[in-house]
């Protein structure tokens, strides 16, 4: 009997703690380590293959595993570059910082919005990401600042709203209250829920798709 068989009758809640574990303490991609749903992730790759974003912006990159990953996404699809924002890369490795499609800038990434702007054409596509602090008040600043970065059927994906909305981890109020807040005052974008259909996601709420 595998292990999935002895947990069939298991809670969801309980599947997500297990889920949570595996995900902090042993992802890697690559060798380096990733602290990513992989079925998220495969979400985000269905979306770069549809919307084909010139720039990805991912802020809050650690130890850069999904930043190579994302770049990886663009090798395949022929086109895009990755900007990876965060306060310190010390964590991440060489391998990902040669990478020609990734671009790595340390700061805080509101400060930093304009020098970001300048990186980026005006016909660019872009894919926003957001993994950094998970506080309220900090997703709902990202969200403001970096909004009007998406064109019209992009994505701005804000991660780990699973925070006290699946787990009890993280900032309470947090990304989940924050998206909330925001779609409330700007009506340019919706929770896109079918994005959620794999049913565990650790983004609820968190596809925020830019409308017409």
Not at 80 to 92: E, F, K
Not at 109 to 120: G, H, M, N, P, S
Request: hydrophobic share 35%; glycine share 6%; net charge negative.
């Amino acid at each position: 009997m595998t292990y999935m068989e002895e947990h069939l009758e298991t809670p969801v809640q309980q599947v997500l703690q297990i889920m949570q574990r595996r995900i902090m303490n042993e992802s890697t991609y690559f060798g380096i380590k990733t602290l990513k749903s992989p079925i998220d992730f495969w979400i985000y790759q269905e979306i770069m293959f549809e919307t084909k974003p010139n720039v990805v912006i991912e802020i809050g990159n650690f130890y850069g595993g999904s930043t190579l990953a994302l770049a990886h996404i663009c090798d395949c699809l022929g086109r895009g570059r990755v900007i990876g924002l965060d306060m310190s890369h010390h964590n991440v490795p060489k391998s990902v910082k040669a990478h020609p499609r990734i671009t790595l800038i340390e700061g805080d990434a509101c400060k930093l919005f304009e020098v970001i702007t300048k990186l980026i054409k005006k016909e660019d596509s872009v894919l926003v990401i957001e993994d950094s602090s998970h506080t309220y008040d900090n997703t709902l600043k990202v969200l403001r600042t970096y909004s009007p970065l998406v064109k019209p059927g992009g994505y701005f994906i804000v991660e780990d709203s699973i925070c006290h909305h699946g787990l009890d981890v993280g900032p309470n109020p947090g990304p989940y209250e924050a998206i909330e807040a925001f779609i409330d005052e700007n009506k340019h974008f919706e929770a896109d829920r079918s994005k959620e259909s794999f049913f565990i996601s650790w983004n609820p709420k968190g596809y925020l798709k830019r409308l017409e």
